[in-house]
Nanobody
Framework: QVQLVESGGGLVQAGGSLRLSCTAS????????MAWYRQAPGKQRELVAF???????NYAESVKGRFTISRDNASNRVYLQMNSLKPEDTAVYYC??????????WGQGTQVTVSS
């Protein structure tokens, strides 16, 4: 059974930090590059960062140098450390396999709100 559970979001002031966590079922996690996505109100979902099973990482230009993605293969978890947060980072954040499509299963996401 596919499962994705995101947590760690909240309200933070600009310049602050948050650490998001995602627990994924083994069927998704073990063989896949994992990713964090976000969707702001009125905008399409966008890729934030991804990490391969060998821990190679890649980031969207807008978060490069501020966000760090990591994974714990033993516990099927993916993390997103977000530093120097900006109001434009406000969105619902989701984790999933890399290149997940709209028709794939998605978790409920976790809301991140950055106040100015």
């Amino acid at each position: 059974q596919v499962q994705l559970v995101e947590s760690g979001g909240g309200l933070v002031q600009a310049g602050g930090s948050l650490r998001l966590s995602c627990t994924a079922s083994g069927s998704i996690f073990s063989i896949n590059t994992m990713a964090w996505y976000r969707q702001a109100p009125g905008k399409q979902r966008e890729l934030v960062a991804f990490i391969t099973t060998f821990r190679t990482t890649n980031y969207a230009e807008s978060v490069k140098g501020r966000f760090t993605i990591s994974r714990d293969n033993a516990s099927n978890r993916v993390y997103l450390q977000m530093n120097s947060l900006k109001p434009e980072d406000t969105a619902v954040y989701y984790c999933n396999k890399w290149k997940a499509q709209t028709y794939d299963y998605w978790g409920q996401g976790t809301q991140v709100t950055v106040s100015s």
